[in-house]
C-alpha cells in the first residue's frame, strides 16, 4: 500500500521519533512509504529507511503566499486570536487544510494515490481541520487536557475529532479521549488504539555509538524534556529519599533545567545528579544505565521506555495517566510504582535490590513494526474514497 505519514515538524521529540518510526515501519515491511513534513525548519530528525520519501510543505509560507493568506493570519492573530485566547487554528485552520490538500494532490499526481494518510498528533491535524478525507486517520498521542472553558473546548473537538477515525496510542489515551468526546458530544467514525512502532534495531546499533560523556560509575537515568509534566521535581525528591549508590543522570533540556538544578542543591544531592542536556543520539546512555526511571505526571504512551528495553535496560515508572500501562503489562506491573516521592523511593530500593534484570524479547513485541502496521492499515474501515 502506499501511505503517507504527515507530522507538525521533525525537531527532535517524542512524537516527532515516533511519526518518522512509523514511515521506517511502512517501509521496513514493503509498503511505499512517505513522510510529510509541515516545517521545512528545523529539520533534526530524517528516516532511517532508505525507501522512505521525505517530503516538507511549509504551512506558514504556503498560507501566506497564498491570495488571502495574509489578512486571514493578521485578522487571526491581531483580533480574533486576542478575543478568543488560543484559537488561532480555527481561524486559519481552514484554508490550511485546503492548502495541504492541494500540496498532496501535487505528491499524488507524481506517486500515485495514497491508500491511508495518517495525521500524527493534535498539534499536526487540527491546523488543517477542514481536510476531510475518508483515508485520514487522526492519531491522539496523549490524554485529552480540559485547559480553557467547556464551551471551547467542545468547539475545538468538533471542528478536529467529530465523525473523523481516531487512533489513539493506549488505552489509558482512549479512555480520556472517550471521556471527553461523551462530554462534548463529539461522535468519531471510529475511535481504537494502535500503539507506538519502536525500532528495535535500529535503536541497538545506534546505542553502539561512543559518547565520551556517560559517565563511568553505575548511574540511573531519566529521558525527557525539563518541563512539568515530566516530574523531575518527583523524581528529585524520591532519589534524595531513597539514597542509591548509582548517580543520577537526566538527559534533556527546558525552562526548568536552571530550578531543577537548584531543587538538587537543596536536596543535599546535587553532587550526584548529573543534567546531561539534550542529546542526539540518547541511546548509548540507555544502554549504559542500570536502570531507566520514569516520573512522569502523564504520558500518551511513554517512548522512552520501549527504546530503554530496547537498548537492554530494565525500567521502572510512576503510575501515572495516560499509556505506561500498555508497557507494564504482565510481570513488568511490578515495576510501577505509586506516584508520591515515598513511593516511588521504594520502588527504587526494590528494583535496585533485584539487579541485574534480564529484558525479556517479549516485553517488546507489542511494538514490533510489523505488528503496528498491520494494525495501523486495518485501523478504520474507509475505502479510499475521498469525502
Avoid at 492548502?99 to 495514497?114: N, T
Avoid at 556517560?214 to 523531575?232: C, F, M, S, T, W
Avoid at 500518551?300 to 515508572?317: R, Y
Wanted: charged letters at 20%; one cysteine or more; hydrophobic letters at 45%.
Amino acid at each position: 500500500m502506499r501511505t503517507l505519514v504527515v507530522i507538525h515538524s521533525l525537531k527532535m521529540g517524542g512524537m516527532e521519533r515516533v511519526a518518522v518510526n512509523l514511515a521506517d515501519a511502512f517501509a521496513e515491511q514493503g509498503h511505499d512509504s512517505h513522510l510529510l513534513s509541515c516545517r521545512h525548519r528545523p529539520n533534526d530528525l530524517k528516516p532511517a529507511h532508505a525507501a522512505v520519501h521525505l517530503h516538507h510543505h511549509d504551512q506558514l509560507q504556503a498560507l501566506l503566499k497564498s491570495v488571502i493568506g495574509i489578512p486571514v493570519f493578521l485578522l487571526s492573530r491581531l483580533l480574533l486570536g486576542v478575543i478568543l485566547p488560543k484559537s488561532h487554528f480555527m481561524w486559519v485552520g481552514w484554508l490550511n487544510g485546503w492548502l495541504l490538500q492541494r500540496r498532496i494532490q501535487k505528491l499524488e499526481q507524481h506517486y500515485g494515490r495514497f491508500d491511508r494518510i495518517i495525521f500524527r498528533g493534535l498539534g499536526t491535524f487540527k491546523y488543517f481541520w477542514s481536510f476531510r478525507d475518508d483515508r485520514n486517520t487522526y492519531v491522539l498521542e496523549n490524554v485529552i487536557h480540559h485547559d480553557r472553558p467547556a464551551w471551547q473546548k467542545r468547539l475545538e473537538w468538533k471542528l478536529v475529532f467529530h465523525h473523523r477515525h481516531l487512533v489513539c496510542v493506549s488505552s489509558g489515551v482512549q479512555e480520556s479521549a472517550q471521556a471527553a468526546f461523551t462530554r462534548g458530544g463529539i461522535e468519531p467514525l471510529s475511535l481504537r488504539v494502535v500503539t507506538n512502532p519502536c525500532p528495535v534495531e535500529q535503536i541497538r546499533a545506534l546505542a553502539e555509538q561512543n559518547d565520551p560523556d556517560i559517565p563511568d560509575e553505575p548511574y540511573l537515568l531519566n529521558v525527557a524534556r525539563l518541563v512539568p509534566q515530566k516530574g523531575h521535581e518527583l523524581l528529585l525528591e524520591a532519589y534524595a529519599k531513597a539514597q542509591p549508590p548509582h548517580k543520577l543522570v537526566i538527559v534533556g533540556d527546558g525552562a526548568l533545567r536552571s530550578a531543577l538544578e537548584a531543587k538538587a542543591r537543596a536536596l543535599g544531592i546535587g553532587e550526584r545528579v548529573l543534567f546531561a542536556g539534550l542529546r542526539a543520539n540518547p541511546y548509548p546512555w540507555m544502554r549504559r544505565a542500570e536502570l531507566f526511571v520514569l516520573a512522569s505526571e502523564y504520558e500518551g504512551l511513554g517512548i522512552v521506555l520501549t527504546e530503554a528495553l530496547a537498548c537492554g535496560t530494565p525500567i521502572l515508572s510512576v503510575d501515572s495517566r495516560g499509556g505506561v500501562r500498555d508497557v507494564f503489562r504482565g510481570e513488568l506491573e511490578a515495576f510501577l510504582t505509586p506516584r508520591t516521592p515515598d513511593g516511588l523511593a521504594d520502588g527504587l530500593k526494590k528494583v535496585l535490590a533485584q539487579l541485574p534484570i534480564e529484558v525479556k524479547p517479549d516485553w517488546l513485541a507489542p511494538f514490533g513494526s510489523a505488528v503496528v502496521v498491520e494494525a495501523f492499515l486495518d485501523s478504520h474501515p474507509g475505502n479510499g474514497q475521498p469525502q
